[in-house]
């Protein structure tokens, strides 16, 4: 409930102030490790500057619907907000705070909040790369009734690269260590290709990877990969 207050609260603080910039995203996605199923996948994300642009909201949310075989269905849900402030040119804080479902994983529902430092540690016209590392907590239901409370770590890595005019290549990374648990850790990956099409509309190939060291529940050991064929707009 805390979780779902602060973005409220940033949300009506930033809607008072001035209109937010953002994109809308809607297509499909085929996974493969656990489950191998086609879905629906759709995102929105929205971002805005507080205070001049050293300071940053960005609100994001996305859903994912699928079956095989008319038996299996998966659907996934993700919300969150982050706040970051740039130190100076090099160097920047951030903040997040989010809540997911995803019972076929797993997952009943996991929220948690975090809280880092990070470095730029290239930026070029078309190329950057950034680092960033800090601490937080999670609470997860599993879909076994059991409950994980615990203080985390994490790592990040992400880059940027404008192959051409029309061409963009992303990379964002995140490992996850548990403090009470060395053996609890966890990896997420996504890899975005996005080509301008016309106007705001991008056409969108992305690649993502998720890897549980010990899974939410058994069954769940494989690492799950998905590939996403998307249509992005901005608005």
Same mark, same amino acid.
């Given at each position: 409930?805390?979780?779902?207050?602060?973005? #409220?609260?940033?949300?009506? *603080?930033?809607? /008072?102030? %001035?209109?937010?910039? @953002?994109?809308? !995203?809607?297509?499909?996605?085929?996974?493969?490790?656990?489950?191998?199923?086609?879905?629906?996948?759709?995102?929105?994300?929205?971002?805005?500057?507080?205070?001049?642009?050293?300071?940053?909201?960005?609100?994001?949310?996305?859903?994912?619907?699928?079956?095989?075989?008319?038996?299996?269905?998966?659907?996934?849900?993700?919300?969150?907000?982050?706040?970051?402030?740039?130190?100076?040119?090099?160097?920047?804080?951030?903040?997040?705070?989010?809540?997911?479902?995803?019972?076929?994983?797993?997952?009943?529902?996991?929220?948690?909040?975090?809280?880092?430092?990070?470095?730029?540690? #290239?930026?070029?016209?078309? *190329?950057?790369? /950034?680092? %960033?590392?800090?601490? @937080?907590?999670? !609470?997860?239901?599993?879909?076994?009734?059991?409950?994980?409370?615990?203080?985390?770590?994490?790592?990040?890595?992400?880059?940027?690269?404008?192959?051409?005019?029309?061409?963009?290549?992303?990379?964002?990374?995140?490992?996850?260590?548990?403090?009470?648990?060395?053996?609890?850790?966890?990896?997420?990956?996504?890899?975005?290709?996005?080509?301008?099409?016309?106007?705001?509309?991008?056409?969108?190939?992305?690649?993502?990877?998720?890897?549980?060291?010990?899974?939410?529940?058994?069954?769940?050991?494989?690492?799950?990969?998905?590939?996403?064929?998307?249509?992005?707009?901005?608005?």
């Amino acid at each position: 409930m805390r979780i779902f207050m602060s973005i #409220l609260l940033l949300t009506s *603080f930033s809607f /008072a102030q %001035d209109s937010w910039g @953002g994109e809308v !995203s809607l297509g499909s996605l085929f996974t493969s490790g656990n489950t191998d199923i086609k879905q629906i996948d759709s995102g929105l994300a929205f971002s805005k500057q507080l205070a001049g642009p050293s300071f940053v909201a960005r609100l994001e949310a996305s859903a994912s619907y699928g079956s095989q075989d008319e038996d299996i269905y998966r659907e996934k849900y993700l919300t969150a907000g982050t706040l970051r402030y740039d130190i100076t040119e090099n160097n920047f804080t951030s903040a997040r705070t989010y809540w997911t479902k995803d019972e076929l994983a797993g997952i009943s529902r996991e929220y948690g909040a975090s809280a880092g430092f990070g470095r730029l540690f #290239l930026n070029r016209d078309v *190329f950057q790369l /950034a680092m %960033d590392a800090g601490a @937080g907590f999670l !609470s997860r239901e599993n879909t076994t009734d059991s409950l994980l409370e615990t203080s985390i770590w994490y790592t990040g890595l992400d880059v940027n690269w404008n192959i051409s005019d029309s061409w963009t290549l992303t990379e964002s990374t995140r490992f996850n260590g548990d403090f009470q648990d060395s053996e609890n850790y966890y990896l997420e990956s996504v890899l975005e290709a996005t080509s301008s099409i016309t106007g705001n509309l991008s056409f969108v190939l992305g690649y993502d990877i998720t890897y549980y060291n010990l899974p939410p529940v058994e069954g769940n050991e494989k690492t799950d990969t998905a590939l996403r064929l998307q249509l992005r707009l901005a608005i």
